[in-house]
């Protein structure tokens, strides 16, 4: 069974960077398309990224794109995320989640097309 464990939150900055890992166990994350989330207070979760079981396809949203980056590290079974010129609309738990659809080339950014989820790690971004 797949477990998912994010790590890397921490307190940073405005315009600092942080990296987020997603580490999988009981299973190997190539098989699967990965989607990363956040969650702030008074707000409704929200896809950050995603990306397909190939890394055919890689995704973001307006808000976070050019300063977020999704990658694989199939080796380490691990999907990070970059996260550069933090603000503190940026803040909130961010997720990674998982699902075997997407047949190697699609990713979703609809939290319901996950299946696995893992704990959510905390990111601060304040001065």
């Known amino acids: 069974q797949l477990q998912l464990v994010e790590s890397g939150g921490a307190l940073v900055r405005p315009g600092g960077s942080l990296t987020l890992s997603c580490h999988a166990s009981?299973?190997?994350?190539?098989?699967?398309?990965i989607g990363w989330f956040r969650h702030a207070p008074g707000k409704e979760r929200e896809v950050v990224s995603c990306?397909?079981?190939?890394?055919?396809?890689?995704w973001y949203p307006d808000p976070v794109k050019d300063r977020f980056t999704i990658a694989r590290d199939n080796a380490a079974n691990t999907v990070d995320l970059q996260m550069s010129s933090l603000q503190p609309e940026d803040t909130g738990v961010y997720y990674c989640?998982?699902?075997?659809?997407?047949?190697?080339?699609?990713?979703?950014?609809?939290?319901?097309?996950?299946?696995?989820w893992g704990q959510g790690t905390q990111v601060t971004v304040s001065s």
């Open positions: 990306i397909s079981a190939t890394s055919y396809r890689k």
């Open positions: 989640a998982a699902t075997l659809n997407g047949r190697g080339v699609l990713c979703y950014a609809n939290d319901y097309d996950y299946q696995d």
């Open positions: 009981g299973s190997s994350l190539e098989n699967y398309a």
